[in-house]
């Protein structure tokens, strides 16, 4: 079964950093892009970064750009997002995806449950 | 890089047909055929309905439908039912070298 699993949310306190992972399982990581992609409590979704399978392709969006940078570990099947400089308005719910091929261009075909960013003093 | 433009909410009734709009620019939408449709229930894993503008994932029921013109993508859905309610996204790729999400529509089933 293909599988996400995000970790590493919490509370932190405004300008402090935090690190993300997705463990990945149940398919051949280092074929694919990825993604994570956050939702503002009551709030549409908001993509964030993405990867390409080997890393020669990032991309962030423009409000996180230069605070949060995008990395894998494909021999541990992880995809990491830290995070720095975090401001109250970073707190969200934190999805890992999976796209459909190695660019991150390709749709997003499996996503994770989410883990929890809660950016507050 | 702005956000696509869809509805804020759309609602019918059992066995009716409704219509999403997702527009965008000839940046996005209108130039590439990197639109897919998501299906969101907040707190919840988004579900894939809809890849490379109208493209339907195995599992998902053949009443969606994705279509394209222009710098405007539609979701359809026919023969409305309970279970299709839900937060609905729209996201393509961009000529930034990014992605854009759409700011989302709430389906009601009445």
């Known amino acids: 079964e293909v599988q996400l699993v995000e970790s590493g949310g919490g509370l932190v306190q405004p300008g402090r950093s935090l690190r993300l992972s997705c463990a990945a399982s149940g398919f051949t990581f280092d074929d694919y892009g990825m993604q994570w992609v956050r939702q503002v409590p009551g709030k549409g979704l908001e993509w964030v970064a993405g990867i390409s399978w080997n890393s020669g392709s990032i991309g962030y969006a423009d409000s996180v750009k230069g605070r949060f940078t995008i990395s894998r570990d494909n021999a541990k099947n992880s995809l990491y997002l830290q995070m720095s400089s975090l401001r109250p308005d970073d707190t969200a719910l934190y999805y890992c995806a999976k796209c459909s091929r190695g660019q991150f261009y390709y749709y997003m075909d499996v996503w994770g449950k989410g883990t929890t960013v809660t950016v507050s003093s | 890089q702005s956000a696509l433009t869809q509805p804020a909410s759309v609602s019918g009734s059992p066995g009716q047909s409704i219509t999403i709009s997702c527009t965008g620019t000839s940046s996005d939408v209108g130039g590439y055929n990197f639109v897919s449709w998501y299906q969101h229930h907040p707190g919840k894993a988004p579900k894939l309905m809809i890849y490379?503008?109208?493209n339907r994932p195995s599992g998902v029921s053949n009443r969606f439908s994705g279509s394209k013109s222009g710098n405007t993508a539609s979701l359809t859905i026919s023969g409305l039912q309970a279970e299709d309610e839900g937060d609905y996204y729209c996201?393509?790729?961009?000529?930034?070298?990014?992605?854009?999400f759409g700011g989302g529509t709430k389906l009601t089933v009445l």
């Open positions: 490379e503008v109208s």
């Open positions: 996201t393509s790729y961009t000529t930034s070298r990014i992605r854009v």
